[in-house]
């Protein structure tokens, strides 16, 4: 290919991927009124939208009979453009999900792991969990787009490996090898808090936004921080590890999985939260938690103490509550650094979203400077505890979305 020609395959791509991520924000939309957006002539979009629709990427849809003139067909997404596999590698879980090209899931399990088990055999839970999502797929006969994995910890997303995660103590783990090996599908790996950053800009509350923050929470506490339109990823591709930020000023007796003390998720976590419950039980509080364990038969938890929460039990409300003013204070930081336009919570604590956020935005409230904290604001993930799970599809179609053709036309 000489020059001139790659320049103009280069052009040809990048238009058509501005026409595509314009027609999934934008959606239903005409054509001429791409050409309007994007400035490009209306002979240009349409053989744009030709090529998308040959893609099978975008379909026709109804018409915009409103206004003066003719009317104009409107084209949006073709959720059976092909599906998705994600997969969310929890702390203490493993979650598989397949979607449609729009995020809809179609199947999904969750199976309990254990942290403690050595790596290969989670790799191998997770591998046997992706062949029965694969098998559905098939069986439906659904075109595979590719798979998302989102993990905890610093990720190579270029080389897809796994760099280090301290919850699990992992290293160097070449998750897009070991995966495309196994699936022949294709394979991106991205940290679950980044992962879910743009599923809440490609499906979520942040379709519009070009400047939020999202905080993952769960065994340990991530951040997806997305500046300018796009993920910001700092010099090696490892930001966002708000976490392990020492951000108390009396470091605890806490250790954190990183090996250091005082850093903000020991305070915020889910063990954080169980410990402080407990340490309420052990000075005999009156409290159901322990009939719902006898009754229940399970360890103290998250869920539990959740639901012992919504039975109105007082020292499950204040536990909730004082990690909530913990989870605040690193918001504030967050949010008087970044100045934000939304910051977002998901991740397995967000089941106990309605008890964390009204902490959060108090502590948020005292500690932000006025003129910040007014422009921000702070709620939950649609996707709640499967934040980083739609997260790994996001990351597919995004894949998508920056190289339509990628995708054959059929
Ligand atoms: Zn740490």
Redesign the pocket.
């Known amino acids: 290919m000489n020059k001139n020609t790659a320049d103009q395959a280069f052009v040809r791509e990048t238009n058509l991927s501005l026409a595509l991520r314009l027609i999934h924000t934008q959606s239903p939309i005409s054509r001429a009124q791409l050409a309007g957006i994007t400035g490009l002539n209306k002979s240009t979009v349409s053989s744009l939208v030709d090529e998308l629709l040959e893609r099978n990427l975008v379909h026709e849809t109804g018409s915009n009979t409103g206004g003066a003139g003719r009317p104009a067909t409107l084209v949006e997404m073709n959720p059976q453009a092909g599906c998705i596999i994600g997969v969310e590698l929890g702390v203490d879980f493993v979650s598989v999900a397949v979607t449609d090209f729009l995020g809809n899931i179609i199947w999904r399990r969750r199976e309990d792991a254990d942290p403690t088990e050595d790596q290969e055999k989670m790799i191998n839970q997770t591998l046997r969990i992706v062949k029965e999502a694969m098998a559905v797929g098939k069986k439906k006969n659904y075109h595979f787009l590719g798979l998302g994995l989102a993990t905890p910890g610093t990720v190579d997303v270029d080389q897809g490996v796994l760099i280090f995660a301290?919850n699990l103590h992992w290293r160097n783990v070449p998750f897009v090898t070991i995966f495309s090996e196994q699936t022949k599908l294709k394979v991106f790996v991205e940290n679950d808090a980044n992962a879910a950053a743009i599923a809440e800009h490609l499906f979520g509350t942040a379709r519009h936004s070009q400047d939020f923050l999202f905080v993952f929470a769960g065994v340990g506490i991530g951040g997806g921080l997305f500046l300018n339109g796009k993920l910001y990823r700092g010099r090696n591709g490892y930001a966002g590890e708000i976490?392990?930020s020492p951000i108390m000023a009396e470091p605890s007796q806490t250790v954190?999985?990183?090996?250091?003390r005082g850093?903000w998720?020991?305070y915020a976590n889910q063990y954080s939260i169980i410990q402080r419950v407990q340490a309420r039980l052990e000075v005999k509080r009156s409290s159901i938690i322990p009939r719902l364990m006898v009754e229940q038969n399970t360890p103290l938890s998250i869920p539990l103490i959740k639901q012992a929460a919504d039975a109105g039990d007082q020292e499950a409300i204040d536990s909730f509550t004082e990690a909530g003013h913990a989870m605040g204070q690193g918001f504030a930081g967050l949010i008087n650094i970044f100045n934000p336009e939304k910051i977002i919570l998901g991740g397995p604590l967000s089941i106990a979203g309605e008890y964390l956020l009204p902490a959060i935005k108090e502590t948020v409230t005292r500690h932000s400077l006025p003129e910040i904290i007014q422009q921000a604001e702070v709620l939950l993930s649609p996707f709640g505890p499967d934040a980083s799970l739609i997260g790994a599809i996001a990351i597919v179609v995004d894949d998508v979305l920056s190289h339509p053709i990628s995708i054959e036309r059929r």
């Open positions: 301290p976490g392990h954190c999985h990183c090996g250091n850093c998720e020991t």
